[in-house]
């Protein structure tokens, strides 16, 4: 158990540490390229993209990390990727509708910021937004049946390496400006679900045949909204 536990922790280190100095470095990168206009129209688009992600799966995140935990472990992974399912599905209703909004909304939240500038920039952040929350959904439920590699290199290490290899491939390639960055970003988190699916699929796919100790299934809609 303590040798687990020290491998585990030692994972997540590396995965945390590795994950911010590839985004410390594509931040200098953007910082250097871009003009101090563009620079700060990036930063307040990547802070919209945060606190929506937040406000739109913290439900959803809360009751996968809780009830995963406890359904995987008490020998109920059938049951653990319906739940996960489920999160799925309502973070699938809610990201579009989000991303609908902030895209009709546009002028009025450009203008709430004081810079009518973002607004046309508006349509990334509203497409960033379902996807880094299906992100950390995915990455939540590797964290709750115990999967540490997986959780630490699908949030923290492989975005941002993505995110560096397509800043770099823009600045010698194409040139780089504000729109290219937020389509490399976009790109990037596009890589890494279709990544992350295909490590779901390989944990989960004899989770369907799995024999259930308890049929009990927690109320997902309940827990989502008051979690």
């Known amino acids: 158990m303590k040798k ?3 491998k585990e922790g030692l994972v997540t280190f590396i995965g945390g540490v590795s994950g911010a100095f590839l985004r410390f470095f594509s931040e200098v990168i ?7 206009t563009e620079f700060g129209i990036y930063g307040l688009l990547m802070n919209i993209v945060a606190v929506v ?16 935990a406890i359904l995987y472990h008490t020998n109920n992974q059938r049951s653990c990727r319906k739940l996960f399912v489920r999160a799925l ?11 609908a909004g902030m895209i009709l909304s546009a002028r009025q939240l450009a203008t ?8 046309e920039y508006i349509v990334y952040a509203a497409l960033a937004t379902p996807m880094m929350s299906t992100l950390y ?15 630490n290199v699908i949030q923290e290490v492989i975005p941002a390496s993505l995110y560096v290899v397509a800043v770099l491939s823009i600045y010698f390639w194409v040139g780089i400006s504000l729109t290219t960055i ?3 970003y976009l790109a990037s988190l596009l890589a890494t679900l279709l990544i992350g699916a295909r490590w779901y699929w390989m944990v989960t796919r004899g989770w369907v045949e ?8 927690p109320d997902f809609l309940n827990h989502a909204i008051f979690s």
Not at 112 to 119: E, K, R, V
Not at 137 to 151: E, P, S
Not at 210 to 217: G, I, M, N, R
């Open 182 to 184: 937020l389509m490399a």
């Open 53 to 68: 992600v937040h406000i739109l799966s913290s439900g959803p995140r809360a009751v996968v990390q809780r009830f995963g």
């Open 30 to 36: 953007v910082a250097r390229t871009l003009s101090v």
């Open 112 to 119: 709430l910021l004081g810079n009518p500038d973002i607004a």
């Open 4 to 6: 687990r536990l020290a």
């Open 137 to 151: 959904l995915l990455a939540d439920l590797f964290r709750a049946i115990g999967a540490v590699k997986y959780f």
């Open 89 to 99: 599905l309502f973070l699938s209703v809610l990201g579009p509708l989000s991303a």
């Open 210 to 217: 799995a024999k259930e100790s308890v049929p009990e299934f």
